[in-house]
């Protein structure tokens, strides 16, 4: 598969669960990056992992948590969330961390119940 | 800290007509302009870009775009639009430290036939 792709594309969770998003990465690039996206909001950058390492933390809440194990994937962990953190969570990467183009995933949608 | 702005949220056009959307950024020297589509149920394409030399950059699609410094602008161009452009566009601008783009609002364009 090439690309970037995203699971689960759907999930929906109570406040009390704990979960996990997926990306992955097949374009030997090594900056990865998390966005949300809600409805009539401007794209939000929340974490931006640049080989493996974490750069930057965009003031988000501890009840997301990311973990890049490699430069190939990229998680989001979820636990405790609330109704607001309902949206669309876009999972990017690019050859370096910077004004590089970006390859988005086809995104999770999360609705939280 | 730079900014974007696209101060149009729907444009509405007829198949085969022009097209301009509007981006204005704020920031004090020379950024690093983006435009990107995302198409209902997926990730963001990149459409074109521009670091440097000429203002009118070409991209894919068909689509164009110039910069104008005097203005702080990077709108986008389609001299006829297809039924199949109907999607949401956003204009991003990297600049300062990270250079990481920060994205705009994004325009919903709607096409009719």
């Known amino acids: 598969e090439t690309g970037v792709t995203q699971t689960p594309r759907h999930l929906v969770m109570g406040m009390t669960n704990k979960k996990s998003l997926k990306c992955e990465q097949h374009l030997g690039h090594n900056a990865m990056y998390w966005y949300k996206q809600s409805a009539k909001k401007p794209l939000e950058l929340m974490f931006v992992y640049n080989f493996k390492e974490q750069t930057e933390n965009n003031s988000v809440p501890s009840r997301f948590s990311p973990e890049c194990p490699n430069s190939s994937h990229l998680f989001l962990h979820l636990h405790t969330l609330q109704p607001e953190d309902s949206a669309l969570y876009l999972c990017?990467?690019?050859?370096?961390?910077?004004?590089?183009?970006?390859?988005f995933g086809p995104g999770t949608r999360l609705t939280v119940l | 800290a730079q900014s974007v702005t696209q101060p149009d949220i729907h444009i509405t056009v007829s198949e085969g007509a022009s097209l301009e959307l509007r981006c204005n950024y704020s920031?004090?020297?020379?950024?690093?302009l983006f435009w990107y589509v995302q198409s209902p149920g997926q990730g963001l394409q990149l459409l074109l870009k521009?670091?440097?030399?000429?203002?009118l950059v070409q991209g894919i699609k068909g689509f164009e775009a110039e910069f104008k410094r005097s203005q702080s602008s990077f709108n986008l161009r389609k001299p006829s639009v297809h039924w199949s452009d109907a999607a949401e566009y956003f204009c991003?601008?990297?600049?300062?430290?990270?250079?990481?783009?920060?994205f705009g609002r994004g325009t919903s364009l709607i096409v009719h036939p």
């Open positions: 991003a601008v990297g600049a300062g430290g990270s250079y990481i783009p920060t």
């Open positions: 521009y670091f440097s030399g000429d203002t």
């Open positions: 990017a990467s690019s050859h370096q961390a910077g004004p590089n183009e970006q390859f």
């Open positions: 920031y004090g020297a020379t950024p690093y």
